[in-house]
T-cell receptor, first 115, second 113 residues
């Protein structure tokens, strides 16, 4: 089955710095990946759709200059949280997939803490 | 606008009994529904799905029922096991919008020995 790897699993950064999170499809090619964010005891909220070779599509209310997405290859999408603030602390998860399970396999998530 | 709703934040069930998790949706354009199991600090793990052209899908101890007229789906787990304790999310997809999923708020299931 499809495997999605996400790295790092946990990161702590200082306020004002930038953090990059990687999402890789290990055994398949993903022209599209998805980035979600989960607040404590809340649902997963779609942030953006990452498209290989083109600009990401952001959901309403998500700042594209704050959350930079790059999908440079068919197996890698990155999410960079720029100039991070404590309110950006959250659990970020990516997803990808192929065929009938398009977009349905999730990475293990990244816990970001901004201090 | 919460298009997918799980109105029960938690559910406690005795081991061996049936667990029933409910989910309601408002968007009639959704044509594919999924259930995920999630542990803290981990990504969701796919459990079972159902297409809108079906009303039931079964996989081992897990069965998903879909009532399109009521815009309601449910996940049945029988028999429930302590290892089933986790947060369960239902999610919906509109095939016209690619693979992005709209999630419910989740229900925390606790199965007691």
């Amino acid at each position: 089955g499809a495997v999605v790897s996400q790295h790092p699993s946990r990161v702590i950064c200082k306020s004002g710095t930038s953090v990059k999170i990687e999402c890789r499809s290990l055994d398949f090619q993903a022209t599209t990946m998805f980035w979600y964010r989960q607040f404590p005891k809340k649902s997963l909220m779609l942030m953006a759709t990452s498209n290989e070779g083109s600009k990401a599509t952001y959901e309403q209310g998500v700042e594209k200059d704050k959350f930079l997405i790059n999908h440079a290859s068919l197996t890698l999408s990155t999410l960079t949280v720029t100039s991070a603030h404590p309110e950006d602390s959250s659990f970020y998860i990516c997803s990808a997939g192929t065929g009938i399970n398009y977009g349905y396999t999730f990475g293990s998530g990244t816990r970001l803490t901004v201090v | 606008d919460q298009q997918v709703k799980q109105n029960s934040p938690s559910l406690s069930v005795q081991e061996g009994r049936i667990s029933i998790l409910n989910c309601d949706y408002t968007n009639s354009m959704f044509d594919y529904f999924l259930w995920y199991k999630k542990y803290p600090a981990e990504g969701p793990t796919f459990l079972i799905s159902i297409s809108s052209i079906k009303d039931k899908n079964e996989d081992g101890r897990f069965t998903v029922f879909l009532n399109k007229s009521a815009k309601h789906l449910s996940l049945h787990i029988v028999p429930s096991q302590p290892g089933d304790s986790a947060v369960y999310f239902c999610a919906a997809n509109n095939n016209n919008q690619g693979g992005k999923l709209i999630f419910g708020q989740g229900t925390e299931l606790s199965v007691k020995p």
